[in-house]
Structure formats: structure tokens, C-alpha cells
């Protein structure tokens, strides 16, 4: 079973840019995509981007599209989320789990991480 650790969420103004990061550790080896997911007050969680363990197979939520990034560096067993032109909408807890599926639906995601808090105010 893997463990994640997320960490980079902080306050930023609308237009800004964040950029979270997942530690991935235990057996890294045997996981297949990686996905970012976030959960607004009184929402449901939602996707936001995935990738695969090779790095090839890459989505993000429409509402996400060309203003965020998602990246991995396995010299460092870490995922990143890049968050540019942040918008209020944007604000949330933001989590990274491991999943069996290329799909950004979080029944498919099996561990997580404990999030980290996204706020995108003036």
C-alpha cells in the first residue's frame, strides 16, 4: 500500500500560481496513476487531473484545462500539480490518491493523502 503526502496549498490572490506537490513512498513500484482530486465546503469531491506510473497517459478536468499542469519526478517519487491563473473556484482542499484506473472518479482511487488547503481570495 502507498502513502501520500501533499503539501504546498496557501492563500494566493485570483491570477496567481501555486504548485502542489505528493510524496509517494511504499511500494511505488506496484502503482498505476496518480490523481489529484479537490473538495470545496459544502461539494463534492471532484477530479483534477491524473496521471499514469509511465507518464503517458495524462487528464485534466475541463474546467482545469490549459491553467494547470500535472508532472512526476521519479527520482523523487513525487507528483506535481502546477495551478496557474488561479481563480476563487479554484479554492479547496486539494488531495493526491492512487488509483487502478485511468478515470478521475475517486471510487477508483484506493489511497490518500491527507490534503492540502488551496485558498484563492483577493
Known amino acids: 500500500q502507498l502513502q501520500l503526502v501533499e503539501s504546498g496549498g496557501d492563500l494566493v490572490q485570483p491570477g496567481g500560481s501555486l504548485r502542489l506537490s505528493c510524496i509517494v513512498s511504499g511500494s511505488t513500484s506496484n502503482y498505476y496513476y496518480i490523481g489529484w482530486f479537490r473538495q470545496a465546503p459544502g461539494k463534492e469531491r471532484e477530479g483534477v487531473s491524473i496521471?499514469?506510473?509511465?507518464?503517458?497517459?495524462?487528464d485534466y478536468a475541463d474546467s482545469v484545462k490549459g491553467r494547470f499542469t500535472i508532472s512526476k519526478d521519479n527520482a523523487k517519487n513525487t507528483v506535481y500539480l502546477e495551478m496557474n491563473s488561479l481563480k476563487p473556484e479554484d479554492t479547496g482542499v486539494y488531495y493526491c490518491a492512487e488509483g487502478l484506473l485511468g478515470k478521475m472518479d475517486s471510487q477508483y482511487y484506493r489511497s490518500w493523502g491527507q490534503g492540502t488547503q488551496v485558498t484563492v481570495s483577493s
Open positions: 496521471i499514469s506510473m509511465s507518464g503517458v497517459y495524462i
